[in-house]
């Protein structure tokens, strides 16, 4: 309902089998930076939102989330993933808890996230995840 409030559009390009993953984990993960990508959209221009998934070498899945919001600093790229960080202008609600815990259940999946951004421009996280987690973490998601 927010991106359609927002006026804007998903595209969604998914080239993966399905994934042994912790469901919640993945869902909290991917809501956090949907909703981030409607929330910090740029004034100027139609949110458009490009998510890719597909397979690479070493059984990993690489996902890609682009928005064409409002960017990053490149100073902020990095404490973005910090808990109560913030960057940019603070005119939306927030504690800056979202993608700290973004990365830390990234982590616990067994796997990274990276992100490119420009200012006015808009923002590209990446995630790298393992296809099959140890036997013991596996759930069908």
């Not at 700290?100 to 200012?119: D, F, K, M, Q, Y």
Request: no cysteine.
């Amino acid at each position: 309902h927010q991106l359609s409030e927002a006026n804007g559009q998903i595209n969604v390009h998914i080239e993966v089998p399905p994934v042994w993953a912790d469901r919640f984990s993945l869902e909290q993960v991917f809501g956090n930076l949907l909703d981030n990508a409607v929330k910090y959209r740029s004034a100027r221009r139609t949110l458009q939102i490009d998510v890719r998934a597909r397979v690479l070498p070493g059984e990993r899945v690489g996902v890609e989330i682009a928005d064409n919001g409002r960017g990053i600093a490149e100073e902020d790229r990095e404490r973005v993933f910090e808990l109560f960080r913030r960057a940019g202008a603070q005119n939306e609600p927030g504690e800056g808890i979202g993608l700290a815990h973004v990365r830390a259940v990234v982590r616990n999946l067994g796997g990274e996230i990276t992100l490119t951004s420009a200012p006015d421009v808009g923002t590209t996280f990446r995630l790298i995840l393992p296809l099959h987690p140890p036997f013991s973490q596996r759930s069908y998601a």
